[in-house]
């Protein structure tokens, strides 16, 4: 019996490729795809969870879309959702992350290893779990946070529901960034470090000389994923329910209170859409970022190049 050749067993592998590839492309088909469609059909009608329109929904075109860009409530719950991302995301996870990262970097033993385990258990505990305990936190009655201030009878989550939406979601998002900028923060020279100390240079200087341009490429995709994450949370319906009066409702907790809680699928799945625009235009904006330092770099690069070359000759 012959053994089989190279060639069969190149023709092998090409056809166990092309069936791996099918089976994405079938997963994206059903687990992406279909859904952006139905959502896109959906928002062109009147569908409903109940009544008539629950049975025979009918086609209202571009009606649904109007009717959100003119809603007061879409853009209260859009204003606070940019709160909630830019508190959230750009502010509070990126920079104490980072800051996390640089205070720890040449840190070892148990400080290190109780810091980080402390910022990771908030980060892989189950939301449900999370959210109970920051209700128990900043109950007003019997809250930790009244009891360790002395400040009996504080509402905070009445008085003040989009900051501890904000901050909640700091506590428990921090984690990732942090993980990525330490990652980022090893790929420094420690020469680098070193000569920027001898210089005498101050740890603004250190940072904006020697640090943030060799880790900007990590910052900018930490700032990319963590801000469609923050846009995209549904968490903080656990401790707020987008109350009171609707001052804590981002988008997430609009669309389900639209789309679920009132029953108009139809107006929900194109508040929806703009959700998915508005998230690929944050996408956009991170990507243009990432595209100009790859131009930067590769500008310096043949700059030095050049440099070199006329040195030699």
Same mark, same amino acid.
């Given at each position: 019996?012959?053994?089989?050749?190279?060639?069969?067993?190149?023709?092998?592998?090409?056809?166990?490729?092309?069936?791996?590839?099918?089976?994405?492309?079938?997963?994206?088909?059903?687990?992406?795809?279909?859904?952006?469609?139905?959502?896109?059909?959906?928002?062109?009608?009147?569908?409903?969870?109940?009544?008539?329109?629950?049975?025979?929904?009918?086609?209202?075109?571009?009606?649904?879309?109007?009717?959100?860009?003119?809603?007061?409530?879409?853009?209260?719950?859009?204003?606070?959702?940019?709160?909630?991302?830019?508190?959230?995301?750009?502010?509070?996870?990126?920079?104490?992350?980072?800051?996390?990262?640089?205070?720890?970097?040449?840190? +070892?033993?148990? =400080?290190? *290893?109780?810091?980080? $385990?402390?910022?990771? %258990?908030?980060?892989?505990?189950?939301? /449900?779990? #999370?959210?109970?305990?920051?209700?128990?936190?900043?109950?007003?009655?019997?809250?930790?946070?009244?009891?360790?201030?002395?400040?009996?009878?504080?509402?905070?989550?009445?008085?003040?529901?989009?900051?501890?939406?904000?901050?909640?979601?700091?506590?428990?998002?921090?984690?990732?960034?942090?993980?990525?900028?330490?990652?980022?923060?090893?790929?420094?020279?420690?020469?680098?470090?070193?000569?920027?100390?001898?210089?005498?240079?101050?740890?603004?200087?250190?940072?904006?000389?020697?640090?943030?341009?060799?880790?900007?490429?990590?910052?900018?995709?930490?700032?990319?994923?963590?801000?469609?994450?923050?846009?995209?949370?549904?968490?903080?319906?656990?401790?707020?329910?987008?109350?009171?009066?609707?001052?804590?409702?981002?988008? +997430?907790?609009? =669309?389900? *209170?639209?789309?679920? $809680?009132?029953?108009? %699928?139809?107006?929900?799945?194109?508040? /929806?859409? #703009?959700?998915?625009?508005?998230?690929?235009?944050?996408?956009?904006?991170?990507?243009?970022?990432?595209?100009?330092?790859?131009?930067?770099?590769?500008?310096?690069?043949?700059?030095?190049?050049?440099?070199?070359?006329?040195?030699?000759?």
């Amino acid at each position: 019996m012959a053994a089989p050749s190279f060639g069969d067993d190149a023709a092998g592998l090409a056809g166990a490729r092309r069936g791996v590839r099918r089976a994405a492309l079938v997963l994206v088909a059903v687990f992406l795809v279909f859904p952006a469609l139905w959502t896109l059909y959906l928002g062109t009608t009147d569908y409903r969870l109940t009544g008539v329109a629950a049975s025979e929904p009918r086609f209202v075109g571009t009606g649904n879309y109007r009717d959100v860009l003119g809603d007061g409530d879409f853009h209260r719950s859009l204003w606070l959702t940019l709160q909630f991302v830019l508190g959230s995301a750009v502010i509070g996870q990126t920079v104490l992350g980072f800051a996390i990262a640089w205070v720890m970097r040449d840190r +070892s033993g148990p =400080v290190r *290893r109780l810091v980080e $385990g402390l910022v990771l %258990l908030a980060w892989i505990l189950p939301s /449900s779990v #999370i959210a109970f305990l920051w209700i128990a936190l900043l109950d007003r009655d019997g809250g930790t946070l009244n009891a360790v201030l002395g400040t009996p009878g504080t509402a905070w989550l009445l008085d003040h529901p989009m900051a501890c939406v904000v901050v909640f979601n700091v506590w428990r998002g921090t984690a990732f960034s942090m993980m990525l900028c330490g990652a980022a923060l090893g790929n420094v020279p420690p020469s680098h470090l070193e000569t920027a100390r001898l210089a005498g240079a101050s740890t603004w200087q250190t940072l904006r000389d020697a640090v943030f341009p060799r880790v900007r490429g990590h910052l900018l995709t930490s700032l990319l994923l963590v801000s469609l994450w923050t846009f995209n949370d549904f968490t903080p319906f656990l401790i707020t329910a987008g109350g009171p009066d609707g001052r804590s409702e981002i988008m +997430s907790v609009y =669309v389900y *209170r639209t789309a679920l $809680g009132d029953g108009q %699928l139809g107006f929900g799945a194109a508040i /929806s859409l #703009i959700m998915i625009l508005i998230n690929l235009m944050i996408a956009l904006v991170y990507l243009r970022a990432l595209r100009d330092r790859g131009r930067g770099r590769g500008r310096a690069r043949a700059a030095h190049a050049g440099a070199a070359e006329e040195a030699a000759a």
